[in-house]
């Protein structure tokens, strides 16, 4: 793949506050949490901060952890069975967590997070304060979805768009996505032997975006495809991400080391997210989408306009104004997300309308734009 203007071993030597995200699939083993693989990934962290990294861990595993305290019981297939288990096993993976790092006089601090209890803005705040705190304290930051109480309404789908959200609550410039897969390949390796491994991305379009299959990993709801959508939500506000396997030795040493190790996409340049932009791209689910002409996308991407109606051109789903939506362009990729002036109903009634017009068909004088660009994403 064509590489972008950032030296991977430059953008790794400078990274100073860095988030790794590590899935269930490298923690565990056939009977529950693999303690030594979790032993591991400590000392390499330990490492990283001795070098003056501050270290913020996403961790998948309470699952898994549960079932081997509870192997007398079948498997389970229910929602709240997965979730009784996560009660069970999030105890055992944070305790395994500090007495891991407790080898390294490491203190660690469990957070466990649902989307829906970051979608006030102040909730939101509150969690970024939190965690700044403790990464001042010193303390290692251990956070996993509050698997326990997330529904699919409110659940982050899985740890890797929860991830994407850590990176800006805690404004780290550097994301490690830890996992089974060892990078992004041109094929599918479960099915093509022969498939290469991709070392750098410098743009993740839609072409990058075929290349992950939907498959998940073999003990977690991720797989490349949401690693593919976290980095290009990461890498889109400036920040660059690594995808590599987690059971690599001094997968993490290595990374920083600025050698070829999984995959490395590179950040856009001159697009760090500021004010309430991160909030709208990561807390916040999307409701709806709106369609858009190629004008219009131009006007977003080169001009930085806000979304006029003249723009639009259809409306999916059902949502109030406020709502979080994408636009997608002439070919239906995704070009922005931002929050909407209008609902879905009343924006129907005035699509490819001029300004000036907006009164007539709605009856009173909204806002002249349907997304205002202050609160508009970029993707």
């Known amino acids: ?25 490298v923690l565990t083993a056939a009977d529950g ?43 389970p297939r229910t929602v709240p069975e997965k979730q009784a288990l996560a009660a069970v096993g ?10 891991a790092f407790d080898r390294f006089d490491i203190r660690v601090a469990q957070i466990l ?21 403790l990464l001042q304290w010193g303390v290692v930051p251990v956070i996993n979805e509050n698997d326990t109480v997330a529904t699919e309404e409110i659940q982050f ?27 992004l390949y041109d094929r599918d390796p479960a099915d093509d032997p022969g498939a290469a491994r991709i070392p750098e991305v410098a743009k993740i379009d839609d072409g990058v975006a075929a290349l992950a299959s939907p498959r998940p990993g073999r003990a977690g709801r991720g797989g490349m495809h949401s690693k593919i959508a976290a980095a290009r939500m990461v890498t889109a506000s400036g920040v660059p991400v690594v995808v590599a396997g987690g ?27 500021a004010g309430r932009k991160p909030w709208i791209a990561m807390a916040l689910a999307r409701e709806g ?41 002439p070919g239906g ?29 709605i009856g009173y004088p909204g806002a002249p734009e349907v997304i205002h660009r202050d609160n508009m994403v970029l993707l």
Request: proline content about 3%; charged content about 25%; hydrophobic content about 45%.
């Open 113 to 133: 997070l649902t989307r829906d209890g970051l979608v006030a803005r102040r909730r939101y705040l509150n969690a970024r304060n939190t965690l700044q705190t």
């Open 90 to 99: 999030q105890g055992r993976l944070i305790r395994a967590y500090e007495e």
């Open 33 to 75: 949490l693999d303690l030594q693989v979790l032993g591991d990934l400590c000392r390499q962290v330990a490492a990283l901060r001795a070098s003056g990294r501050r270290l913020t861990l996403v961790s998948s595993g309470a699952i898994a952890a549960g079932r081997r305290k509870m192997a007398h019981l079948p498997p």
């Open 333 to 361: 990729e995704e070009v922005a997300v931002g929050l909407t002036n209008y609902g879905s109903g009343e924006l129907r009634k005035i699509l490819g309308c001029q300004t000036g017009e907006i009164c007539e068909k």
């Open 289 to 329: 989408a709106v369609r858009i002409d190629a004008g219009a996308a131009r006007a977003l991407t080169e001009m930085g306009r806000s979304l006029l109606p003249a723009g639009v051109r259809a409306v999916e789903g059902e949502f109030e104004a406020g709502a979080c939506v994408v636009c997608l362009g």
């Open 247 to 273: 059971r690599t030795p001094d997968v993490l040493g290595r990374i920083f080391a600025g050698e070829d190790v999984g995959t490395f996409f590179h950040p856009r340049p001159g697009r760090a997210l």
């Open 1 to 25: 793949m064509e590489t972008g203007g950032v030296n991977r071993k430059a953008a790794a030597g400078r990274a100073r506050n860095v988030v790794v995200k590590v899935g269930s699939a």
């Open 157 to 183: 789908t899985d740890n890797d768009a929860l991830a994407a959200l850590i990176v800006h609550l805690v404004e780290a410039d550097f994301l490690v996505c830890l996992s089974d897969i060892d990078g």
